[in-house]
């Protein structure tokens, strides 16, 4: 079963306009932790922001913010003041906590370009 | 510090031959994985090295793929007898110790992969 759902296509942003990237996911466990990477064309896959299931607050780092909806399992990621340099195909990601596995389920990927 | 790094970061191989993927981990990273990525999708999970402990190989597609990390380090990917649908972008990733809640992060750092197509 997919444990991680994408399933916004492509989206055109106006520079310096915010963002929502939208990711749902799928455990039964109660400790776990979702991540957000970005992939520009480049290739390389970047760590942009984290948050664990049992984090009170929402996360945020700079212009990366997270909504948080545990009850929802959701995680959706904003970008606010979007910037040429965000164009780039953005993943959302989940660890498990429980039985010590340490692997990432990716989902497939939203992919955004900012416009001038 | 450096970061992740890979090699070779192209490779163009025949159905049948064998290749070998070499991933340096930052350092003090005891935690290693490679993903695969076949083109418009997300990664998928192959393998995963903590320190001296045994690799976690469920990801593994087939007993065509296998991997090692030497000296808690390196770490060497080898697919032998490659076939087409192999074709991909393998990435490596490592970060350090995580168990469980005790150190809950355990954000993995990519390196820039290398994009293997078999003809």
């Known amino acids: 079963a997919q444990k991680i759902t994408q399933t916004q296509p492509g989206m055109f942003v106006q520079e310096k306009e915010a963002v929502t990237l939208d990711c749902t996911y799928d455990?039964?466990?109660?400790?776990?932790?979702l991540f957000w990477y970005k992939q520009p064309s480049s290739g390389e896959m970047i760590f942009l922001i984290y948050?664990?299931?049992?984090?009170?607050q929402n996360a945020t780092e700079g212009r990366y913010s997270l909504n948080f909806q545990k009850a929802r399992k959701s995680a959706n990621l904003v970008i606010s003041a979007s910037q040429l340099g965000d164009s780039a195909m953005y993943f959302c990601?989940?660890?498990?906590f429980g039985g010590g596995n340490n692997r990432l389920a990716f989902g497939k990927g939203n992919q955004v370009v900012v416009i001038p | 510090g450096a970061g992740v790094s890979q090699s070779p970061s192209n490779k163009v191989t025949e159905k049948g031959k064998d290749v070998e993927l070499r991933c340096d981990p930052i350092?003090?990273?005891?935690?290693l994985y490679w993903y695969r990525q076949s083109l418009g999708q997300g990664l998928e999970f192959l393998i995963y090295?903590?320190?001296?402990?045994?690799?976690?190989k469920s990801g593994l597609p087939s007993d065509r793929f296998s991997a090692e990390r030497t000296g808690g380090s390196v770490s060497t990917l080898t697919i032998q007898r490659t076939q087409q649908e192999d074709s991909a972008v393998y990435l490596c990733?490592?970060?350090?110790?995580?168990?469980?809640?005790?150190?809950?992060?355990?954000?993995?750092?990519f390196g820039p992969g290398t994009r293997l197509t078999v003809t």
């Open positions: 990601a989940m660890r498990e």
């Open positions: 455990t039964s466990d109660q400790s776990y932790g």
């Open positions: 350092s003090g990273h005891t935690a």
């Open positions: 948050q664990g299931s049992y984090d009170e």
């Open positions: 090295f903590q320190g001296n402990s045994a690799p976690d």
């Open positions: 990733a490592s970060s350090l110790r995580t168990s469980g809640r005790a150190a809950p992060r355990g954000e993995q750092y």
